[in-house]
């Protein structure tokens, strides 16, 4: 199954795509898509929906992820984060993908083992899963991370069917 992670952000988002086969994971590309700031909101908005839209079909990714997103002191940054990330998940779902959604501490636990893992930490752990990866920059590597932990979750439902089911 290929698995599209996604890092949301207004500036810059992260994407990544791996490769799921039982619990075996594979890179398969991962970048980032960025937007000026001196653009108005709408075109930014627009132009990462697009890119992102792409990104997917040429992936033919078959299930999304995205990170949710924290609030933080600045509330206009907060809200146009949230318009950002309602984008992510507009050009997910328009292609037809499921989309799983993960609290950072989660992908955190799931990937390095604890919620409160550094940037730093979940890099080595993403280059450490995915052998021979080059990240595209740290929102890349989150994305890469989100899709890591969609993969686990996705793997463990299906072996809880599986034993239901027996």
């Known amino acids: 199954m290929i698995l599209i992670g996604l890092d949301p952000g207004l500036g810059t988002t992260g994407w990544g795509v791996i ?19 001196s653009m108005e909101l709408a075109r930014r908005l627009a132009l990462l929906h697009d890119a992102l839209f792409e990104v997917i079909r040429t992936h033919r990714a078959e299930s999304a992820a995205a990170e949710e997103v924290l609030g933080n002191s600045n509330p206009q940054s907060t809200l146009k984060l949230g318009q950002a990330r309602g984008v992510v998940l507009l050009a997910a779902s328009r292609s037809g993908l499921a989309v799983g959604e993960y609290h950072p501490s989660v992908v955190k636990k799931a990937v390095v083992g604890t919620g409160g893992a550094e940037k730093r930490q979940i890099q080595a752990m993403v280059q450490h899963l995915l052998p021979g990866v080059k990240l595209a920059g740290p929102d890349a590597a989150d994305a890469l991370a989100v899709a890591i932990t969609h993969a686990h979750h996705l793997a463990s439902a299906k072996s809880l069917a599986r034993r239901a089911y027996a």
């Open 19 to 37: 490769a799921a086969e039982g619990n075996r994971l594979s890179h398969v590309a991962n970048g980032q898509i960025k937007t000026e700031p």
